[in-house]
């Protein structure tokens, strides 16, 4: 009886170490995703040799006007990841703490709030980014956790639908296509690593930026603060 049970933890254990992380479910398969390439005639240069350093209050004069907006605080924010401020709102995404999207007019007065968190058809499991389009007037969700982007109405946080996407940290959503911006071996693809998937929902469509060894362990920022 024990040998049989040796046995049979031994073949366990071989298996479980035979596995690629290759074959993982959540593995995206990009061999054969076009890869983006940057290519122009003539290179621009950039030049820093006249580049000089300005004070605070220099900095200052170059500014038209401050305007300080108290929020209302009844419902408290507890980290601001990112804000947007459109002609007449502020959204402020707290991704961590509170992990809803705080909704405000220009006045300072809470108007609603984005916390639908949980499993269901209309609520994510969380919230890594956001995106404000004043054209639509949506507001996008990008639960990188569930791999899926959500839309809610500008005008009271009401839910719209719900898309299915890929493995990200951050995202940016321009016309129909998404711009996943990946951490390393976030795609769970044991022979691949790419910053940017370019993807409509969950079909990819372009890869690019292969991260150098010096950025594999690296932490990452959101490049997509700005609409």
Same mark, same amino acid.
């Given at each position: 009886?024990? &040998?049989?049970?040796?046995?049979?933890?031994?073949?366990?254990?071989?298996?479980?170490?035979?596995?690629?992380?290759?074959?993982?479910?959540?593995?995206?398969?990009?061999? !054969?995703?076009?890869?983006?390439?940057?290519?122009? %005639?003539?290179?621009?240069?950039?030049?820093? +040799?006249?580049?000089?350093?300005?004070?605070? +209050?220099?900095?200052? !004069?170059?500014?038209?006007?401050? !305007? $300080?907006?108290?929020? +209302?605080?009844?419902?408290?924010?507890?980290?601001?990841?990112?804000?947007?401020?459109?002609? +007449?709102?502020?959204?402020?995404?707290?991704? @961590?703490?509170? &992990?809803?999207?705080?909704?405000?007019?220009?006045?300072?007065?809470?108007? @609603?709030?984005?916390?639908?968190?949980?499993?269901?058809?209309?609520?994510?499991?969380?919230?890594?980014?956001?995106?404000?389009?004043?054209?639509?007037?949506?507001?996008?969700?990008?639960?990188?956790?569930?791999?899926?982007?959500?839309?809610?109405?500008?005008?009271?946080?009401?839910?719209?639908?719900?898309?299915?996407?890929?493995?990200?940290?951050?995202? /940016?959503?321009?016309?129909?296509? @998404?711009?996943? $911006? &990946? /951490?390393?071996?976030?795609?769970?693809?044991?022979?691949?690593?790419?910053?940017?998937?370019?993807?409509?929902?969950?079909?990819?469509?372009?890869?690019?930026?292969?991260?150098?060894?010096? &950025?594999? %362990?690296?932490?990452?920022?959101?490049?997509?603060?700005?609409?």
């Amino acid at each position: 009886m024990k &040998q049989l049970t040796t046995t049979i933890i031994t073949a366990l254990f071989c298996a479980a170490c035979g596995t690629s992380p290759q074959n993982d479910s959540r593995a995206l398969v990009l061999s !054969d995703t076009k890869i983006i390439k940057i290519t122009h %005639d003539t290179p621009h240069p950039i030049r820093a +040799d006249n580049a000089r350093i300005i004070g605070m +209050d220099e900095m200052l !004069d170059r500014v038209k006007s401050i !305007d $300080y907006i108290k929020l +209302d605080s009844s419902e408290p924010v507890g980290v601001i990841n990112k804000m947007i401020v459109t002609k +007449d709102k502020i959204f402020i995404l707290d991704a @961590y703490v509170a &992990q809803q999207i705080f909704v405000f007019s220009k006045m300072g007065k809470l108007l @609603y709030r984005i916390k639908n968190k949980g499993r269901g058809p209309k609520e994510y499991q969380s919230i890594r980014d956001m995106q404000v389009d004043t054209i639509r007037n949506e507001i996008l969700v990008n639960d990188a956790l569930a791999r899926s982007y959500l839309y809610f109405s500008t005008d009271d946080g009401a839910f719209l639908r719900k898309e299915t996407g890929v493995a990200n940290c951050y995202l /940016a959503h321009i016309d129909s296509l @998404y711009i996943n $911006y &990946q /951490a390393p071996e976030q795609d769970f693809n044991d022979n691949e690593n790419w910053a940017i998937l370019v993807s409509d929902k969950d079909s990819i469509l372009y890869k690019g930026f292969e991260p150098t060894p010096l &950025q594999n %362990d690296n932490f990452i920022n959101n490049s997509f603060t700005y609409d």
